[in-house]
């Protein structure tokens, strides 16, 4: 599944994806975040907590538990040319089930 935006939804879908094993994340697209960013907004989740996993940069990839995703930063996600249709993350969000993604009140 190749996902288009990577804002609170689209993050939540993406951890969901790899918390459930049903769903393979193999590209992200989001024009206004850069990559650097998306590793920090996804290890540190405001509103979901700390992910657990390994979440990193390998060349121009981000890397989340040993996967490479391929990272996009197309306004027009037609643009792109890997041959992955992108989706919106809100298509996604109730097909992903898995368990409430809970963090403490306090930290």
């Not at 459930?20 to 960013?37: C, G, M, Q, R, T």
């Not at 590793?39 to 979901?48: A, R």
């Not at 490479?68 to 089930?97: C, N, Y």
Request: contains cysteine.
């Amino acid at each position: 599944v190749g996902i288009n935006g990577f804002g609170r939804i689209g993050r939540l879908v993406t951890r969901a994806g790899f918390c459930s094993k049903k769903v393979e994340i193999v590209a992200i697209n989001d024009p206004f975040i850069d990559l650097e960013y998306m590793v920090y907004m996804f290890k540190y989740d405001s509103t979901h907590g700390r992910f657990h996993g390994e979440v990193k940069i390998e060349g121009d990839k981000l890397v989340i538990d040993g996967q490479k995703i391929t990272v996009f930063h197309e306004r027009d996600p037609a643009q792109h040319q890997m041959g992955v249709t992108l989706v919106p993350s809100t298509w996604l969000s109730p097909l992903v089930s898995s368990p409430p993604l809970r963090r403490p009140l306090l930290t």
